[in-house]
Nanobody
Framework: QVQLVESGGGLVQPGGSLRLSCEASGIIFITYAVDWYRQAPGEQRVLVARIFSAGRVDYADSVKGRFTVSRDNAKNTAYLQMNSLKPEDTAVYYC?????????WGQGTQVTVSS
């Protein structure tokens, strides 16, 4: 059974930083790309960052230069380091993998950027 568990969200002031974690189980983690999505109230869920199994990374334009995605395959964990946070980064953040044609999501972690 595939499980993804996010952690690390919270309340932070504009300009601050947070690191999100996504721990996976039930898959051979090293072989999978891991995505980070976010969903703000009243909006669709959008892709923020992706890290491929070989380590290549992609980012949405809105977070380039501020967010860094990484992975530790020994810990079956992906990370999203978020710096220079802005109020518009406020959202629920989800990690995602696709396994055997199915989409698996974590439970989400709330990130709120506010003074």
């Amino acid at each position: 059974q595939v499980q993804l568990v996010e952690s690390g969200g919270g309340l932070v002031q504009p300009g601050g930083s947070l690191r999100l974690s996504c721990e996976a189980s039930g898959i051979i983690f090293i072989t999978y790309a891991v995505d980070w999505y976010r969903q703000a109230p009243g909006e669709q869920r959008v892709l923020v960052a992706r890290i491929f199994s070989a380590g290549r990374v992609d980012y949405a334009d809105s977070v380039k230069g501020r967010f860094t995605v990484s992975r530790d395959n020994a810990k079956n964990t992906a990370y999203l380091q978020m710096n220079s946070l802005k109020p518009e980064d406020t959202a629920v953040y989800y990690c995602h993998v696709q396994h055997r044609g199915y989409d698996y999501w974590g439970q989400g972690t709330q990130v709120t950027v506010s003074s």
